[in-house]
Each structure stands twice: as structure tokens, then as C-alpha cells.
């Protein structure tokens, strides 16, 4: 299980740090990814991190403000989000899945998913 946690309503130009602790199963040996939906708009692949840490990927709209990282001895995922801007508004969703290639951005890789939380920024 996946519980996502941190989201919130900030104004532009703010920060927030998402994270993702997962429970009932180890996610150190997972590929972590952070995805986002929006109202009306189809969720997409915001960054991910694999099992190592060592290897990381980033939506090219967020690269440069958004950080992700991993404590697995915490088993726990983390987006720090920095520069905010009302286009990062959506539900940001975490997810485990597989093995780190080039397939990282898609939805399908991931078999477990969070709930969501909120983030809303404010112009």
C-alpha cells in the first residue's frame, strides 16, 4: 500500500514536499515514480527514481524545479517541489513498478498506485 501525503494550496512561486511511504511491502526494490492528473486532462509521468536512487528521470516542465528522491530505509518517496506555478495544479499520484529502463515514463510500468493528494497552486 502506497500513501501519498504533503499536497496543499500554495501560491506561485512556492514549495511543497510531496511523500510516499509505502506499507504492508518494501518498496527498496522498486522503481518509484510520481505522476499527476489534472481536471479534464489525462495523467502523466512527472518524474521517477529507481531502486538504487542512482537513476532519475524528469517531466521536461518540471525539470529544474522538482526533485525526486528516495529513504529506503524509511521506505519512503519524496517530490520536493520548488517554483510552483499554477500549471503544476493536479492530483499527484505515487506509484512502484518494476525495472528501470526506458519504458519509466508510462503508466503501465507501475502495478501500485497511492490515492493522490491535492496540490493547488494559487496565481
Known amino acids: 500500500q502506497l500513501q501519498a501525503s504533503g499536497g496543499g494550496l500554495v501560491q506561485a512561486g512556492g514549495s511543497l514536499r510531496l511523500s510516499c511511504a509505502a506499507s504492508?511491502?518494501?518498496?527498496?526494490?522498486?522503481?518509484m515514480g510520481w505522476f499527476r492528473q489534472a481536471p479534464g486532462k489525462e495523467r502523466e509521468f512527472v518524474a521517477a527514481?529507481?531502486?538504487?536512487?542512482?537513476?532519475?528521470s524528469y517531466l521536461d516542465s518540471v525539470k529544474g524545479r522538482f526533485t525526486i528522491s528516495r529513504d529506503n530505509g524509511k521506505n519512503t518517496v519524496y517530490l520536493q517541489m520548488n517554483s510552483l506555478k499554477p500549471d503544476d495544479t493536479a492530483v499527484y499520484y505515487c506509484?512502484?513498478?518494476?525495472?528501470?529502463?526506458?519504458?519509466?515514463?508510462?503508466?503501465?510500468?507501475?502495478?501500485?498506485w497511492g490515492q493522490g493528494t491535492q496540490v493547488t497552486v494559487s496565481s
Open positions: 506509484a512502484a513498478g518494476g525495472w528501470w529502463d526506458s519504458a519509466v515514463r508510462a503508466t503501465a510500468r507501475y502495478a501500485y
Open positions: 504492508g511491502r518494501t518498496c527498496s526494490s522498486y522503481t
Open positions: 527514481i529507481s531502486s538504487s536512487g542512482d537513476s532519475t
